[in-house]
């Protein structure tokens, strides 16, 4: 499956955006979806994860209760709302997919698939 993440730009601090991530040549419904950001100099990092039906979300302490990742799997999307951003939310977003018939995971390595990057830049 190739997943493609859009959706990144420029926004102050306390704006929103709204991160897509399009799946083609595969269904989506057959993976649990995660999104992951690398800002400048640092590691990639978990940020959200949702089960392939959209029954279960696990977020990072960091981004808990700003933001909220959801999926259309008629669309074969997935989304990451991002509200009340702070300029430390600066970085590059990945999304990936995981196959279903595993948990739904939190590192890098359990996924599969991933996307090339968006990149969403938060100015104080």
């Known amino acids: 499956v190739q997943l493609q993440a859009s959706g990144g730009g420029l926004v102050q601090a306390g704006g929103s955006l709204r991160l897509s991530c399009a799946a083609s040549?595969?269904?989506?419904?057959?993976?649990?979806m995660g999104w992951f950001r690398q800002a400048p100099g640092k590691e990639r990092e978990f940020v959200a994860a949702?089960?392939?039906?959209?029954?279960?979300?696990y977020y990072a302490d960091s981004v808990k209760g700003r933001f909220t990742i959801s999926r259309d799997n008629a669309k074969n999307t997935g989304y990451l709302q991002m509200n009340n951003l702070k300029p430390e939310d600066t970085a590059v977003y990945y999304c990936?997919?995981?196959?279903?018939?595993?948990?739904?995971?939190?590192?890098?390595?359990?996924?599969?698939?991933w996307g090339q990057g968006t990149l969403v830049t938060v100015s104080s």
């Open positions: 990936a997919c995981r196959r279903s018939n595993y948990g739904l995971g939190l590192t890098e390595s359990d996924y599969d698939y």
């Open positions: 949702v089960s392939w039906s959209g029954g279960r979300t």
């Open positions: 040549g595969g269904t989506l419904s057959r993976y649990h």
